[in-house]
Every structure is written in C-alpha cells, then in structure tokens.
C-alpha cells in the first residue's frame, strides 16, 4: 500500500466513511433477532459514514487528493481508489442526500418492523452508500465494475423489501434485467477501451485515448453512453426507474432518485470530458436531443400520474434530462473549441446535479411522510394534509417550488445557468448547430412550464382541500426525526438559493480542471455576472426584496385604512346544501387539459361504463370511468424486443437436452475453439 | 444615491398607481367601440377602494396558502417593477435580474395562484388552476424563444442593455426578425395576462373562467390585491412590449428632462397597446380552451422565424 504525503487527512476520512458503513452493516446483522436494535445500529453507522463522507467531499472540492493502491484485494490491477475534484463534487451529492436520509431512515423503518428483515435493510443500505462511494473513487476497471454491481445489486435487494407485492416482483425484474443489460455494456466498452489503450488505469485513459481508432472510440462512447444512460435512466431506457424507485421504501427511493442515477450523469462526464478526451460534434449533439427528449417526456409522464411516488420518479427522468443538457451542451462547446463555455455549460450542470440530490430527496422523503400517514401513494385519496401535517406540508412545498426552479430557491439557480449557457451558443457559427440549441432551450423552458404544473399538481391535490378518503381525515403528523430530516434539507433548498456564490466558484474550478478553462463567471459578494455582462442575476437581492415587499404590503394596507377583519364562511357553490370532497377537483382532472393537448404522445386509454337503473334511463346506478396514459415505449419498443428474447431461448433449448454425455461434449467443443483461437 | 432611489420610487408608483388607471382606459375604450358609454376611466380606483373598506369572507376549507398568496403576487409584481427599465436605461436596481429572472418572478406568482385556486376545495377553483397552469406552460417556450430572439439581436440578457443597444439601433424596425420576435412577444402577454382571446376578464360565466375562477372564493383586500397586481401584471407586460420592442424616448442619461420626455413616451407607448387591445378584444371572440395550443404554437413558430433570421443575418 502506497500513500502520498499530505493525504492523511482524505485518507482517514475514507476510512472514517468505510468503517462507518461496515459497522452499520455489521451492527444490523448482528442484532438481526432484535428489530429496534439492528434498525438504529444499522442507520445510526450509515448516519456516520455519511457524514465522514461529506467531509471527504468537501476536503476533495477545496482541493484534497487521495491515492490508494491495495493490490491484494482484487485480481488484475488491484483496488485502486483517487479522488479529482469531480469525483470529490459527487462524493459530495452522495453525502447530502445520505445524511438526511439515514436520520430519516431510523424512524421511518419503524413501520417495517415485524414485516420485512431489518437487518437485510441495514445491510443493504450500507453496501449501497459504501458502494456508490467507492465507485466515483475507482481509478481501475475491476474496482470500477466491482463496485458498481455492489451499488446495484445492493440497491436490488432494497427495491425488494416489500417483495410480497406483485408490483414489486415486477419493478426488481425489471431493475435487475436493465441494469444488468446496462452492465454488460459498460464490461464491454470498458474490455474495448483497455484493450485500444492498453491500461486498465482509468487516470491513463485521457492522455492514451488519442492512441485510439476513429471507429474504436465512436464505439467505446456509444457503448458506454448507453451502460451509463441506461443506469441515468434517459428516455427510452427509463422504463426501469419509474416503476423501480417507487416501490423501494421511501429513504431508499430518495437515494436512488437522488443520488445513484446521478452515477451514471458521472460516467458520462468522464466520457464526454476526460477519458475519452475531446470528441466529435454528434457526441455532444446526440446528447443534447436525448436530453430535450427525456426531460419533456419524463415531465409528461410525470404531469398525468397519480401515484405520487411514481410521480417524483418520472420528475427524476425529467431532471436527468435537464442535467444532461448542459452536459451535451459542455461537449458540443468542446468539439468547436469555446472551452471557457463548455465549463459553464458544465457548471450548470454539476449545480443542477447538487440541486436535484437536494429536493428530490426532500420529495420524496415527504412523499414517504404521506404514505406513513395515509397508507396510500394514491394521490386520489389524499388532500386536507396541509391542516394535519402542517410541518411536513412545509418542506414539501419548499421541494416542489424549488423542483420548479423558481425563486428564491436552488433549483432555479442552476436552471437559470443552464438558460445562459444555452443562450450562449451563439458564439458558434454554425447554422444547424444553433438551431439545435434554440430547439433545446424551448425544450427546456416547456419542461420547466410543465414541472411547476406538475408540482402545483403533486402538492394542491395532496395538500390543499378538503380530505378525499377516510385514511387522509386520519393522518397525523409523522415524528420528529423525519421531519428533521426533511427540515436540514429544506433549509439546503433555501440556502443555496439564496447564497450559491462560494459555491459556483468550487464548481467552476471542478469544470475547469476537466475542460482546461475556467467559465466566465464572475462573482460579486452576492451577484452572478455571466460572460461579460452577458447575463446578471443577483439571488440574495431577489429574495431580501422579495421579503421586505411582503412585509411592506400589509403595513401599507393598514396605515392607508383597510379592513382588516375577516371571517370564515364555507365555499361557495351554486347553492348546493353541503360541501364534500367529491366537490374537488381530481389529480386526473387537473391533468386532464394536459392529456388532451399532448394525447398523441399519452394516446390514452378511455372507458366509460354507465349503469342506468332498471326502470328508467335518467337514474343511474354506477358510473365507472377508467382514463390512463399508456406507455409507447413499453409497448412499441421493449414488447418486441421481449418477445424476441423469449423467442431465442425457446430455441435455445434444443441444446439443453440433459444429457449428461452431451455437456461434456460441449465443454470438449468449447475448449478446443478457444485454443484454436488462443494460438 | 438620492435619485437611484428617486427612480425606483417612480418606477414603483408608476406601476402600482398606473395600473387600476391602465385597466379602466381598456374597458373605456373597449366600451367605446362596442357603442357603450362605459364606466369612467377612473372606476377601477374606486373598485379597489371599496374592496378595501369590505370584510374579507374566507372558505373554512382554506389553509394560509390562500391568505399568503394575494401578498406574494404583489410582491412579485412590485419587485418586478423595480427591475424593468420603464423611463431610463440606468435603472439602479436592474442588476438584481435579467429577463430570464423576470419571466420566473411571473411564474412564482403564477404557482401560488394556481396553487390559492385548489384550496378552497370548490371545482371551479380547481378548473381555473389547472387551466392557468397550461396555458402558463404552453406559453413558456414562446417566451423564451422570443427571449433567444432579442439576446441575439442586442447580444445580451440584462434589460437595461437590449432597451440601449435597441434605442441606438436607427434600423431596427426594419429587422424582420424583430417584428415576428414582437408578434410572438405580443401574443404570449396576451395569454399570461389573461386577455381575449386567451381568457376573458369580462366574464363570469363559471365554464369559461380562468383567472377569475382562481379568484371566485377572495374578498375584501385579498381580492383587491389579487386584481391590483394582475393590473400591474398588464402594465408591466405592455411597457415592456413598448421598451423592448420600441426604445423610443427611453432616457440614456439621468436627467430631469430626459425622464419627463420618457415619461410622456411611455405614456403614449402604453397607452397606444391598450387601445390595440381593446379593439382586439372587440373583434375576436374567446377561443376554446383547445384551440389555445394552436394559437401559441403559432406564436412559437413566429418566435422560432426571428431567431432564424437573426442567425441567417448575423
């Protein structure tokens, strides 16, 4: 084992951050007889890994290294761990969305008790953090591989706590079939991309990429853009994450949506700017389309659920999308030689990175304090949570005003970067080029109309209102430790929205070390001055004007005389003698302008099925109405090729005989072709 | 110092007093050209005070959403107003946002709003919001392809540049790309105003409601702030259709004389639209809710042309 002077630091915290996720997965098998026991030991070591590995993160950002070598662990090359600034920046986003989530986790797993092993929770919750660590850290193929099948195998079983369901059975099947197709792409882009270089150390790659084929490197990028796509969950290959992240328990659903597909926004920034150094112009611009594309539809798909979990995972779509833009957007910049834009681009695309790993777990931790609540994911039968969850209805508006990237929170700092850089692409002179921009930035403000639709969505129908179901007049208040989790991450939303300055310098210096220019941006104590005066933007100012106007409106009304009082009366409604919920409007309904206008894309499924009364045509007995979106993709482009599969395995079966003779012919065959083609 | 804050204060009471005066100068004329006599222009002033002097009656169903969000409209609108350059182009607090940080303020009001609609639990409220809501996200890529289209002409974001560059510009209405960039503009402030042939303010036809099903459950000062700052949203939009599009008169340099010359210009800019919508609104009737996509993909169309032009003519 080797360590370079001036890493004690970063490398005890590595320890720090291992040791805790070990005895966290320890401590809950151990007690794996006692439930309470193995629920706080197992979250209470992953509250202390997460937390070494915030530190970690924030050492790497201000410039800590960290080189590790241990070359008995694994066969071929060894476990090899480093940390650049841009592994670093993700250690980070894991550890913001893992702190809360393991506070919120020890209480939240209380419901679990008695129906699901704790100690399997434990376990995997740890080896999920532990692994999504190590696998930003890797700096070979094997500790690369290694561990990302650590993360997702781990992430499997979690998914598949509640694998009584059926639902469940499903979305794990389809997890493990995605990301294992996933997994074989990356083996081989990777296998190709060691062989063209000849190293298996991934900091060599940059500098040897250049050794590499024309065709080698289109095929090594298609390859690996589709293993790390495919875990991103970019449109088509998301038919995984809505149906996986929903079923997992909330505090897993808010690390996966959060933070693991946000590995394979990591992969693609190694590919598009370092191992695979600069590359050609479709890269960037085939990037950019799936971008536009998964961020509209994911937001589409979004806007007409009404489970609300599944809700939060197509929103997830929807922002990997945004996310990707920039990506797509840095690389383009590259390939036409604007490095200090590509670096803007990919600050607005490491903010909106940190941002989503902030709020969607905020959702989603809100969501799971509705579900604890109500019992239901069914936004249906939700509604009134606002009077009986006044707390938890709190942060999730923070969530869903800042998902919606306005102001004065975090999620329209980057989304605001994100509008400049784009706009910036007018420096290329290329025609076709800037109209693939202008495309994608109307792309992007559709999406962004459409998410504060569909937050308007997720919160008034789940929060506002009278109570739609028995469940929902019942919640109450879920306890302190969740809240507190969802506060701490609230107040993240807040903060960087308000002061993201100290920050955008640490990202701008991650970029620059990855596109050897430093973005033109520059910071006032609280303003952002992008490219020359291109574009300003001061967020401090807008939120203490926002305020001091908000204080000011009432003083005014008061002193210039206005009636102040005010009574309670009930809503009005044509007459009718009482007001129920049935009086309200629908998740379904308020999706429904949505569903009409863009019906080409939902091609929805309509029944009406009306039961008149026996003796006369104008009582009616029961009304059932069924309207739902189907998914194209599923139906036009994985039904095939699932048929297809089952096709060849059923022929494939002729070879499987059960003859025992036969098999040991086969190996014979097998044996002697690979030594033929070994010599 | 002393004038910066001058400026902004004239700005915001330009905006705040300007605003009920703006809306009954519409209704007067529109009711001119429908051979009506109509109210005084000043009514909508004596409107708003007796909703002041009114108890407010509020749904027991209603949580503080619907009590905040009347205060956080006006306060996007007024901190709206202190961002957009109305009479100079040195205004003090322009750096606080560009046109992109303008359109996102509209859009907050417009999620508290919809947000109000769905609280009091009555189906017309929520009707309103989730029509407020697409038509709010229909329009936004318009807005920002228009937005792409004015960056490129002026080269910049900030407002107060694209009013210079533009009143130093002697060719600029000759600009194709510049007309189909106002046409486009003109049509989405139509539909996040709440204009015909987007939505009518006249009605109160439950069925047909946008903005006023939002409003259907507010009294007293709520509905008097809910209806000031969506006055002040009208005149906002319209004096930024004027300096955007038509720098004329704008004040380059802080003096006296110039801010009255481009006071009485943006009188006259201002005034001039609200005669143009009012005898729009005489002519077409309300469209559909469904055939709204048509209209505002007709209006991102007209966007998309003057970026294309701006790109062929770069």
């Given at each position: 084992m080797t360590i370079a002077p001036g890493e004690t630091v970063t490398l005890n915290l590595l320890l720090l951050t291992l040791g805790g996720f070990g005895a966290g997965a320890v401590g809950a098998v151990l007690a794996a007889h006692r439930p309470r026991v193995s629920r706080w030991a197992g979250h209470a070591g992953a509250l202390i890994g997460a937390m070494a590995t915030f530190a970690l993160g924030v050492a790497g950002l201000t410039g800590g290294t960290l080189d590790v070598m241990l070359p008995t662990i694994l066969p071929v090359g060894g476990l090899s761990l480093g940390m650049d600034r841009l592994s670093a920046f993700f250690v980070l986003v894991i550890a913001v969305a893992a702190v809360p989530s393991a506070v919120y986790a020890i209480t939240y797993t209380h419901a679990y008790e008695g129906k699901s092993s704790l100690a399997g929770m434990g376990l995997g919750f740890n080896a999920f953090l532990a692994g999504m660590v190590l696998v930003v850290l890797a700096r070979n193929v094997l500790t690369f591989l290694v561990m990302w099948e650590t993360m997702s195998l781990a992430s499997y079983f979690l998914v598949m706590t509640e694998a009584e369901h059926r639902d469940t059975q499903d979305a794990g099947w389809i997890y493990l079939v995605m990301t294992h197709a996933g997994f074989a792409c990356l083996l081989i882009g990777f296998l190709v991309m060691a062989h063209g270089t000849d190293t298996m150390n991934l900091s060599e790659w940059r500098a040897a990429s250049a050794t590499l084929s024309g065709p080698m490197r289109h095929a090594v990028f298609v390859l690996l853009a589709l293993g790390f796509g495919a875990k991103a969950g970019v449109?088509?290959?998301?038919?995984w994450l809505p149906k996986a992240h929903p079923a997992a328990p909330s505090h897993v659903s808010a690390m996966m949506s959060g933070v693991m597909i946000k590995l394979g926004i990591y992969g693609l920034i190694r590919i598009g700017f370092d191992w695979l150094g600069v590359g050609a112009s479709w890269w960037g611009g085939a990037i950019l389309v799936v971008a536009a594309v998964s961020a509209v539809l994911g937001v589409l798909y979004a806007l007409v659920e009404s489970d609300l979990k599944c809700l939060l995972a197509y929103s997830s779509v929807e922002n990997i999308g945004i996310i990707l833009l920039g990506v797509g957007a840095g690389m383009l910049f590259q390939s036409y030689h604007l490095d200090t834009l590509a670096s803007l681009a990919l600050v607005a695309s490491l903010c909106h990175t940190l941002n989503h790993a902030i709020f969607k777990p905020l959702l989603f931790m809100g969501a799971g304090a509705v579900v604890h609540a109500t019992g239901t994911r069914n936004t249906e039968e939700m509604g009134g949570l606002i009077k009986r969850m006044p707390q938890t209805a709190v942060y999730f508006l923070v969530g869903s005003v800042a998902i919606a990237a306005l102001p004065p929170f975090n999620g329209f700092i980057s989304e605001w970067l994100m509008f400049q850089s784009l706009l910036l692409s007018f420096r290329i002179s290329a025609t076709g080029t800037n109209l693939l921009f202008a495309l994608s930035i109307a792309a992007l403000a559709l999406t962004s109309g459409l998410a504060a639709a569909c937050f308007v969505k997720a919160f008034g129908i789940t929060f506002l209102a009278l109570p739609r179901s028995e469940h929902a007049a019942q919640a109450r208040e879920v306890p302190w430790m969740m809240r507190g989790a969802m506060g701490l991450l609230a107040i993240a939303c807040l903060v960087l929205g308000v002061a993201p300055t100290a920050f955008l310098r640490l990202l701008d210096a991650t970029a620059a070390d990855l596109t050897g220019a430093h973005a033109d941006l520059r910071f006032n104590w609280n303003v952002i001055v992008a490219n020359d005066a291109f574009a300003a933007v001061s967020p401090l100012w807008i939120a203490v004007a926002l305020v001091l106007l908000l204080a000011l409106v009432p003083v005014v009304l008061r002193v210039i005389g206005a009636n102040v009082g005010w009574r309670t009366y009930e809503t009005?409604?044509?007459?009718?003698?009482l007001q129920t919920s049935r009086f309200e409007y629908t998740a379904t309904a308020f999706a429904n302008p949505f569903k009409r206008v863009f019906s080409l894309l939902y091609r929805p499924v309509k029944e009406l099925d009306i039961q008149f009364h026996p003796d006369s045509?104008?009582?009616?007995e029961t009304i059932t109405y069924r309207n739902e979106a189907r998914s194209i993709f599923e139906e036009a482009l994985y039904g095939p090729m699932s048929r297809l599969v089952q096709w060849v395995a059923h022929r494939a079966r002729v070879l499987q005989s059960g003859n025992v003779s036969l098999y040991l012919l086969y190996i014979l065959v097998a044996l002697v072709v690979l030594l033929a083609l070994a010599g | 110092m002393l004038i910066q804050i001058l400026i902004e204060t004239i700005q915001l009471l330009i905006v705040g007093l300007g605003a009920p005066f703006l809306v009954g100068l519409v209704r007067r004329v529109k009711a001119r050209l429908q051979g009506r006599r109509g109210a005084?222009?000043?009514q909508p002033y004596a409107d708003l005070r007796k909703l002041l002097a009114k108890e407010a009656v509020e749904s027991e169903t209603t949580s503080w959403i619907f009590r905040f969000t009347p205060y956080l409209l006006v306060a996007t609108m007024l901190l709206s107003a202190l961002l957009v350059p109305l009479l100079t182009?040195?205004?003090?607090?322009?750096?606080?946002?560009?046109i992109i940080v303008l359109m996102y303020l509209f859009l907050l009001g417009t999620f508290f709003l919809a947000l109000a609609g769905l609280d009091a639990g009555s189906a017309f409220g929520g009707m309103g919001s989730s029509r407020e809501m697409a038509i709010a996200a229909l329009a936004e890529p318009t807005v920002m392809i228009a937005i792409v289209a004015i960056a490129l002409r002026a080269g910049n974001t900030g407002l107060d540049e694209i009013v210079r560059r533009g009143a130093t510009d002697s060719l600029l209405l000759l600009t194709p790309g510049h007309l189909l960039a106002f046409m486009a503009f003109f049509i989405v402030a139509l539909a996040e105003t709440g204009r015909l042939p987007v939505d009518n303010p006249a009605t109160h036809l439950e069925l047909t409601m946008i903005h006023e099903a939002i409003a259907l459950e507010y009294s007293g000062r709520h509905l008097m702030l809910i209806e000031w700052a969506a006055g002040m949203k009208l005149l906002i939009f319209l004096a930024l259709l004027s300096n955007l599009f038509f720098p004329w008169g704008v004040a380059l340099t802080v003096t006296p004389a110039a801010l009255a010359v481009a006071f009485v210009a943006l009188v006259a800019k201002v005034g001039t639209l609200a005669v143009g919508i009012a005898a729009l609104e005489t002519a077409v009737a309300k469209l559909r809710l469904f055939r709204l996509p048509a209209l505002l993909s007709g209006s991102f169309a007209l966007a998309l042309l003057a970026v294309i032009s701006f790109l062929f003519v770069k």
């Amino acid at each position: 084992m080797t360590i370079a002077p001036g890493e004690t630091v970063t490398l005890n915290l590595l320890l720090l951050t291992l040791g805790g996720f070990g005895a966290g997965a320890v401590g809950a098998v151990l007690a794996a007889h006692r439930p309470r026991v193995s629920r706080w030991a197992g979250h209470a070591g992953a509250l202390i890994g997460a937390m070494a590995t915030f530190a970690l993160g924030v050492a790497g950002l201000t410039g800590g290294t960290l080189d590790v070598m241990l070359p008995t662990i694994l066969p071929v090359g060894g476990l090899s761990l480093g940390m650049d600034r841009l592994s670093a920046f993700f250690v980070l986003v894991i550890a913001v969305a893992a702190v809360p989530s393991a506070v919120y986790a020890i209480t939240y797993t209380h419901a679990y008790e008695g129906k699901s092993s704790l100690a399997g929770m434990g376990l995997g919750f740890n080896a999920f953090l532990a692994g999504m660590v190590l696998v930003v850290l890797a700096r070979n193929v094997l500790t690369f591989l290694v561990m990302w099948e650590t993360m997702s195998l781990a992430s499997y079983f979690l998914v598949m706590t509640e694998a009584e369901h059926r639902d469940t059975q499903d979305a794990g099947w389809i997890y493990l079939v995605m990301t294992h197709a996933g997994f074989a792409c990356l083996l081989i882009g990777f296998l190709v991309m060691a062989h063209g270089t000849d190293t298996m150390n991934l900091s060599e790659w940059r500098a040897a990429s250049a050794t590499l084929s024309g065709p080698m490197r289109h095929a090594v990028f298609v390859l690996l853009a589709l293993g790390f796509g495919a875990k991103a969950g970019v449109v088509p290959l998301h038919v995984w994450l809505p149906k996986a992240h929903p079923a997992a328990p909330s505090h897993v659903s808010a690390m996966m949506s959060g933070v693991m597909i946000k590995l394979g926004i990591y992969g693609l920034i190694r590919i598009g700017f370092d191992w695979l150094g600069v590359g050609a112009s479709w890269w960037g611009g085939a990037i950019l389309v799936v971008a536009a594309v998964s961020a509209v539809l994911g937001v589409l798909y979004a806007l007409v659920e009404s489970d609300l979990k599944c809700l939060l995972a197509y929103s997830s779509v929807e922002n990997i999308g945004i996310i990707l833009l920039g990506v797509g957007a840095g690389m383009l910049f590259q390939s036409y030689h604007l490095d200090t834009l590509a670096s803007l681009a990919l600050v607005a695309s490491l903010c909106h990175t940190l941002n989503h790993a902030i709020f969607k777990p905020l959702l989603f931790m809100g969501a799971g304090a509705v579900v604890h609540a109500t019992g239901t994911r069914n936004t249906e039968e939700m509604g009134g949570l606002i009077k009986r969850m006044p707390q938890t209805a709190v942060y999730f508006l923070v969530g869903s005003v800042a998902i919606a990237a306005l102001p004065p929170f975090n999620g329209f700092i980057s989304e605001w970067l994100m509008f400049q850089s784009l706009l910036l692409s007018f420096r290329i002179s290329a025609t076709g080029t800037n109209l693939l921009f202008a495309l994608s930035i109307a792309a992007l403000a559709l999406t962004s109309g459409l998410a504060a639709a569909c937050f308007v969505k997720a919160f008034g129908i789940t929060f506002l209102a009278l109570p739609r179901s028995e469940h929902a007049a019942q919640a109450r208040e879920v306890p302190w430790m969740m809240r507190g989790a969802m506060g701490l991450l609230a107040i993240a939303c807040l903060v960087l929205g308000v002061a993201p300055t100290a920050f955008l310098r640490l990202l701008d210096a991650t970029a620059a070390d990855l596109t050897g220019a430093h973005a033109d941006l520059r910071f006032n104590w609280n303003v952002i001055v992008a490219n020359d005066a291109f574009a300003a933007v001061s967020p401090l100012w807008i939120a203490v004007a926002l305020v001091l106007l908000l204080a000011l409106v009432p003083v005014v009304l008061r002193v210039i005389g206005a009636n102040v009082g005010w009574r309670t009366y009930e809503t009005w409604g044509c007459g009718r003698a009482l007001q129920t919920s049935r009086f309200e409007y629908t998740a379904t309904a308020f999706a429904n302008p949505f569903k009409r206008v863009f019906s080409l894309l939902y091609r929805p499924v309509k029944e009406l099925d009306i039961q008149f009364h026996p003796d006369s045509r104008f009582f009616v007995e029961t009304i059932t109405y069924r309207n739902e979106a189907r998914s194209i993709f599923e139906e036009a482009l994985y039904g095939p090729m699932s048929r297809l599969v089952q096709w060849v395995a059923h022929r494939a079966r002729v070879l499987q005989s059960g003859n025992v003779s036969l098999y040991l012919l086969y190996i014979l065959v097998a044996l002697v072709v690979l030594l033929a083609l070994a010599g | 110092m002393l004038i910066q804050i001058l400026i902004e204060t004239i700005q915001l009471l330009i905006v705040g007093l300007g605003a009920p005066f703006l809306v009954g100068l519409v209704r007067r004329v529109k009711a001119r050209l429908q051979g009506r006599r109509g109210a005084s222009v000043l009514q909508p002033y004596a409107d708003l005070r007796k909703l002041l002097a009114k108890e407010a009656v509020e749904s027991e169903t209603t949580s503080w959403i619907f009590r905040f969000t009347p205060y956080l409209l006006v306060a996007t609108m007024l901190l709206s107003a202190l961002l957009v350059p109305l009479l100079t182009t040195q205004t003090p607090l322009g750096f606080i946002g560009n046109i992109i940080v303008l359109m996102y303020l509209f859009l907050l009001g417009t999620f508290f709003l919809a947000l109000a609609g769905l609280d009091a639990g009555s189906a017309f409220g929520g009707m309103g919001s989730s029509r407020e809501m697409a038509i709010a996200a229909l329009a936004e890529p318009t807005v920002m392809i228009a937005i792409v289209a004015i960056a490129l002409r002026a080269g910049n974001t900030g407002l107060d540049e694209i009013v210079r560059r533009g009143a130093t510009d002697s060719l600029l209405l000759l600009t194709p790309g510049h007309l189909l960039a106002f046409m486009a503009f003109f049509i989405v402030a139509l539909a996040e105003t709440g204009r015909l042939p987007v939505d009518n303010p006249a009605t109160h036809l439950e069925l047909t409601m946008i903005h006023e099903a939002i409003a259907l459950e507010y009294s007293g000062r709520h509905l008097m702030l809910i209806e000031w700052a969506a006055g002040m949203k009208l005149l906002i939009f319209l004096a930024l259709l004027s300096n955007l599009f038509f720098p004329w008169g704008v004040a380059l340099t802080v003096t006296p004389a110039a801010l009255a010359v481009a006071f009485v210009a943006l009188v006259a800019k201002v005034g001039t639209l609200a005669v143009g919508i009012a005898a729009l609104e005489t002519a077409v009737a309300k469209l559909r809710l469904f055939r709204l996509p048509a209209l505002l993909s007709g209006s991102f169309a007209l966007a998309l042309l003057a970026v294309i032009s701006f790109l062929f003519v770069k």
